[in-house]
T-cell receptor
Framework: GAGVSQSPSNKVTEKGKDVELRCDPI?????LYWYRQSLGQGLEFLIY????????KSGLPSDRFSAERTGGSVSTLTIQRTQQEDSAVYLC????????????FGPGTRLTVL | GQQLNQSPQSMFIQEGEDVSMNCTSS?????WLWYKQEPGEGPVLLIA?????ELTSNGRLTAQFGITRKDSFLNISASIPSDVGIYFC???????????FGTGTRLKVLA
């Protein structure tokens, strides 16, 4: 079956514009995670969804960042008024459920803010 | 908050050599995970550890859950060129589903 997919694979935007990043998890996976990976760095947790609910939003860097998940499947991460420091690879992962440690990652969206 | 520090930051080794890397934390983790990330891709889970002292193998990879629960080790035996990548340790922040990832060990294998 298909793995986790993300779109777009690359996004270049101008400072101040809004961007939407999309994640399609593996079918049947109820848990979904967003991470940010800056160049040469580890992964920084952003947000976790169980179904359509986000019990943990503590990783979102600022109120410019928001995420939603609909139908227990597709998720979008929105960054408003992008800043240059938002440039990074945004990774999405899904797992069967909460507490299932095997997260399957998508290939990521590389965001560049000029 | 909880942080995971990995060492070494990078390694250059000859094909066929064994590799050791470790991950340490200032606080206790109840689960340790080791991931590998190749260029342009997301990380892939290699090994999961759930019990202090546990030693688990996956082919040429062996990982151990430290007895203090504040560290973990990953060994790769007889390295091959396709072992190239970044290796991350990770674990869930205590009592949550927020996963903390380490700083990574970048491995390069010279043929």
């Amino acid at each position: 079956g298909a793995g986790v997919s993300q779109s777009p694979s690359n996004k270049v935007t101008e400072k101040g514009k809004d961007v939407e990043l999309r994640c399609d998890p593996i079918s049947g996976h109820t848990a979904l995670y967003w991470y940010r990976q800056s160049l040469g760095q580890g992964l920084e947790f952003l947000i976790y969804f169980q179904g359509n609910s986000a019990p943990d939003k503590s990783g979102l860097p600022s109120d410019r960042f928001s995420a939603e998940r609909t139908g227990g499947s597709v998720s979008t991460l929105t960054i408003q008024r992008t800043q240059q420091e938002d440039s990074a690879v945004y990774l999405c992962a899904s797992s069967l459920g909460p507490g299932d440690n095997e997260q399957f990652f998508g290939p990521g969206t590389r965001l560049t803010v000029l | 908050g909880q942080q995971l520090n990995q060492s070494p930051q990078s390694m250059f080794i000859q094909e066929g050599e064994d590799v050791s890397m470790n991950c340490t934390s200032s606080s206790i983790f109840n689960t340790w995970l080791w991931y590998k990330q190749e260029p342009g891709e997301g990380p892939v889970l290699l090994i999961a550890l759930y019990k202090a002292g546990e030693l688990t193998s996956n082919g040429r990879l062996t990982a151990q859950f430290g007895i203090t629960r504040k560290d973990s080790f990953l060994n790769i035996s007889a390295s091959i060129p396709s072992d190239v990548g970044i290796y991350f340790c990770a674990g869930p922040n205590s009592g949550t589903y927020k996963y903390i990832f380490g700083t990574g060990t970048r491995l390069k294998v010279l043929a």
